[in-house]
């Protein structure tokens, strides 16, 4: 898994490494990530998901991809509620690289190419993205990419049993 990162826009072939690198996951990711139900951590539910992405893709609202390390999935990168009005320009990034290829320097390096891609492709000014306040690791990633904290969202997300509080990051576009 070592090598280059690449990002790519999901395709419905992505739905089973997916699948496998998230049910492996399960306990690592618990802390981070929502919970899921059972079919999340199959092909199959995997392939519903995709398919609501890639619609999502086509109305606007979101940029989903995966990030690759030698032509393998080995992870997602997805910007979502993106805003394309002139006005407000943005959008959220989320991400997660499966455990198999951490600490690598995949993650920092995806999210600078999704910079690119929110900047370039999408005309975007402004990007956004929400961290546990403990994540550290995530915070690392955003920091080597020039994102700043700029304040806390109390109480904005169900993880591991309870509401927890959202570190929010940002960093302006073209900077
Ligand atoms: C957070 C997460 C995406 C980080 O992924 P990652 O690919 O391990 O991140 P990186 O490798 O880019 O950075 C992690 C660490 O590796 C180090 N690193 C970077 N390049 C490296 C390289 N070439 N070799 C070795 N280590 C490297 C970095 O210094 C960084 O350490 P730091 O946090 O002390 O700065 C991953 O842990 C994950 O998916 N967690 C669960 C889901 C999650 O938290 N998602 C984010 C929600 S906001």
New binding site residues.
Partial sequence: MHGSTRIRLIEPGDAAPIAVHRAR?VE??RW??PTQPAEFFTPEGQAERIDKLLAGHRAGTVRPGVVLADDQVI?QVTVGGILPQLHLRRGSV?????SV??????????VGLVLRVMTDELGLHRAE????LE???????L??NGFSAYGVAHSSIFLDEHWRDGLLWERILGD
């Fill in positions: 996951d690592a990711f981070w990530e992870g989320g991400y997660w690289i499966a290829a951490q600490n690598q320097g995949h993650a920092g390096r995806a993205v929400s961290t546990h994540n550290l690791p995530s915070q690392g990633v920091r080597r």
